[in-house]
């Protein structure tokens, strides 16, 4: 799989945003401030700069996330439930479930999950 047929649209992409609203070390950290915008927003710009993806979304269980969200222009289509949302969850369980909600709202099947997680700010497209 290369770039130039991912900008061919020959596969259905839905990116994914992790971002829990519980945080032990910092709190609210995801939408605390990094260089003068939320942590989150960092990667919803890189996201919004990438053509070829069909549909972003943030999964979280947090209101205040998902209102920084909506206003930055990405979709947060539902709420992740509180057992997807600890300290000891693997991504795959929280990746499965925005999957499997994404397919039923977009009523649509994607080809490639890409995950980008919010602690990352500094990633180039």
């Known amino acids: 799989m290369t770039i130039k047929s991912l900008r061919n649209k020959k596969y259905s992409i839905l990116a ?3 971002a829990r609203g519980g945080s032990k070390g910092i709190k609210d950290k995801n939408v605390r401030p990094v260089n003068g915008i939320p942590l989150i927003c ?3 710009r890189l996201l919004k700069s990438i053509k070829f993806i069909d549909n972003s979304i943030v999964s979280t269980d947090s209101e205040k ?6 206003k930055n222009g990405i979709e947060v289509p539902f709420l992740r439930p509180k057992y997807l949302s600890g300290d000891n969850v693997a ?3 929280v990746l499965q ?3 499997k909600n ?4 977009y009523k649509k099947k994607f080809d490639i999950i890409l ?6 700010p500094m990633r180039k497209k």
Do not use: R, W
Not at 65 to 70: A, E, F, L
Not at 115 to 120: D, E, F, I, N, V
């Open 16 to 18: 994914i945003i992790p």
């Open 42 to 44: 960092h990667t919803i």
């Open 65 to 70: 996330i998902k209102k920084v969200s909506i």
């Open 91 to 93: 991504d795959m369980p």
């Open 97 to 99: 479930h925005a999957l």
């Open 102 to 105: 994404c397919e039923a709202h």
């Open 115 to 120: 995950m980008l997680q919010p602690t990352s």
